[in-house]
Structures are given as C-alpha cells and as structure tokens.
C-alpha cells in the first residue's frame, strides 16, 4: 500500500489518519471521502489503519487554519491517553508528529486548549519509495488506482473440437481440415460432391467414394451425411461420427457390408456445390436418368426397412416423370417415362400400405390400374389394402381378376384364401346379429306360408297404385280444362 500512499502525495490533498478509538464520527462526514488503505503506525498515538483524504480547496487558506470539524469528530482521543508510538524502520527519517483533537470544554471551566497549527507540517512521505513527479497529466491519479481496482479478464474459453449436430451426442462432426476464406456452405436441393470414406468404430475401412453426388435434402443417402454436409464448407474435411440410427439401422447393409446396429465414422471432404436442374428444362434420357436414381434410393430404403424415406424417393421420382416440360420428347422417351412411373406407383403404393395409409395406397394402386388395368402388382395390392379395411366383398372379387391373370401365383392364391374364410366368418357373424335383434337366435324366420308363386311383390303393388292414382288426377286435370 506504500505504492499508493506515494501516489497520493500530491499538492492539493490533505491527509488525516484515524486513531485508535477515533471511528465514532466516521459516519458524520459531510464532504466527499474516500477509504484508501493501510498507513500503519508512524504518529502520535497507535493509528486505527485508515486514511481519509479530502480536497485540500474545502479549507480556509489562513495559517493556522484548521480541520473541519467533521473530520476532527472523526479522531477523539482515547481516554487512557495517548498511547506510545511504534519506532520508525531502521535507517528511515521519523514523520512528524500531528494530532487531530476535538475542541473539549473542561468540566470546572478551564481554559481552552490551544490549537496545533498544521499548517506548517510537511505532507507524509511514503518510507524508501522514490517521490513520484509533480508534473503529470490530469486525471493520472484516478486512471491508475481504476485501473489497479479493475479485475482481471478471464480468458475466453476454448472452442469445443465436436459439434454435436442434434444434441443427443449421437451425431457428432469435428473440423479436420477448413475451408477456404470466403467459402459459402450448401444448401437444400443443391446437387453436391464429395469424398467418402466409411469406417466402422473399430477402424475398418468398408467403404470408399472418390465422388458422391447426391441432391442435398432427398434422402438420397444416409441420415448421417444428409444432416452434417449442410454444416460443412466447400473445400471442408471433417470427420463425423453417428450411430446406427442415422446410418444403416437395425438391418445393416449387403453392399457395402454394413453390420446390423453399427456405428460408423464418415471421413467426408465437400468438393463442389451447386443448383440443382430445372425439371422444365430436362430432356426424356435426362428425366429417366434422374427419375430412375431416385426409384434406386428409394428400393434401397425400403430393403432397410425404412419405409418413409422410400415412400418420400418414389413420390421424388415420380414428380421427376410428371412435372411439365419445356423440351420436346420422343414417343419412345414418354414409353419409358411411363414404365417407369407404373414401377414407381407400384412401390410407393408397396410402402404406404407398410405405413398403414391406406387410403393413400389405394390411390397410388388406382392411378396404376388406370394406366394399365392389367396390372398384378397393382390388383393385389389393391385388393389387400380392401381387405385391410374389412372390405372383403369387394376384395374378393379383385383377387380372383389377379389371380385369373396369374394362375401360379401362389402368394395371391395364399391371399385369396385367407379372404374367403374371413368373408364367410363375418357373414356368420352377421347372421347371429340378425337372429338376435329379431329376437330368435334359434332359427331365421320362416317364409310366409301364403306367398305363392302368383303373389305379386309389395314394390310393384305400390307402382300400380301410384300409376293409377296418376291417370285419375290427369283425367281430373283435363276435365276441368274442358
């Protein structure tokens, strides 16, 4: 604190220590004070170890000027008197000796004390620090005891290495190599190529893509390249570690040869990124081009069992087929456009009716039938989703048209069968209902022992009557005209 206490020696200020016992005014003060720091003992009596500091512009300039006498409450003496004071270090000049004393009335009328005049006292010096030059720049003082106050920075933390992509931590990336300055990242629908390389956890190599194009977004690959590209930069590598959940599930994979449940490590370098095609502009080879890549991604989804990625490539493929061109085809390139949009219905139809949407295969099996109402795939699936939804009447009779196409078709004949004993079971059903609500449960109610053959039926009684009744109103009508 000695350092301080130098800086503090400046024409101007006055400084005051607070004796032991002399904390009593401390509170009274009515000027602007400030609590320094330590002085230590080197007065007249044991100093308390603090310091006040006041402008020096607040007193009178006369010679024997004295202290406010806020800051004489500040200091009474004790009442044991004053108590001796601590010899100065060795080899350094004693201070001089200055007491602040409240003015005290003598109880049997005594005299005033005289004043000390402190005036004349020279200001402290702080022991063996050099005196620090008057001539400095204004506001010195306050900017270095702010800044001797002022904490320190912590230092910013450390970028973590990993990012975790979904915050479960089981998709993680981690920057190998940055790209570029100024490289932009892509986005959905842009058509991207990059480097692969597939390892298993244990760090066998299964696979590997010197150039990977895909449309980003699609699912035209797995989970795990879909979702961490986008965070990459062009000319980026970074490796990416994700669990069997975002990459070839529960089913693993025949090529490459995935293990089922495995985790896998993706080594992934972004080279190029960009637009993907108008379909408007597409020619015919072009369009079956880009319609049969993504009938393949959506086979492959549906061999892991995931149906609604495959579902999503079949309804991706067939808006390839459909949507509205701007280029002149030839009747072979519509030929194939339409083969390849019947295979395309036929399998999302395959993977809604795996999703329970019935309803929706239903549609996709009539759109095949319309194109080709011969279609077995198309008929069977059809009469299935029917007879998911209890409609074994009307089942029935699409089975046995497909199985008529294909007699050894064994799976249809297998659901053929299956139908039928279902059909005649809820017939039975119904039939008891129906004893039981007319309240003979034994038997169905006999015939009517009148009714001959010559009978005539209620419904044609009721049309004669009606005719009858209209030709006397007509009769009526044309009399009255007469």
Known sequence: MSGLLSLLDKPGLLLYPLYRGGNRGLESLSHTEQVIGSVGNGCRGEVEGLVVFLPASIFPTRANSRPPSSMASCAEPCAAG????????????????????????????????????????????????????????????????????EPEPEPAPAPEEWLDILGNGLLRKKTLVPGPPGSSRPTKGQVVTVQLQTSLENGTRVQEEPELVFTLGDCDVIQALDLSVPLMDVGETAMVTADSKYCYGPQGSRSPYIPPHAALCLEVTLKTAVDGPDLEMLTGQERVALANRKRECGNAHYQRADFVLAANSYDLAIKAITSSAKVDMTFEEEEQLLQLKVKCLNNLAASQLKLDHYRAALRSCSLVLEHQPDNIKALFRKGKVLAQQGEYSEAIPILRAALKLEPSNKTIHAELSKLVKKHAAQRSTETALYRKMLGNPSRLPAKCPGKGAWSIPWKWLFGATAVALGGVALSVVIAARN
């Open 82 to 149: 004053p108590e001796p004071t601590a010899p100065p270090p060795a080899g350094a000049p004693p201070l001089e000796d200055f007491e602040v004393l409240d003015g005290v009335e003598d109880a049997e009328g005594e005299e005033e004390e005289e004043e000390e005049d402190l005036s004349e006292l020279p200001p402290l010096e702080d022991v063996g620090q050099p005196p620090v030059e008057e001539a400095e720049q204004p506001g010195a003082l306050a900017r270095e005891f702010l800044a001797a106050m």
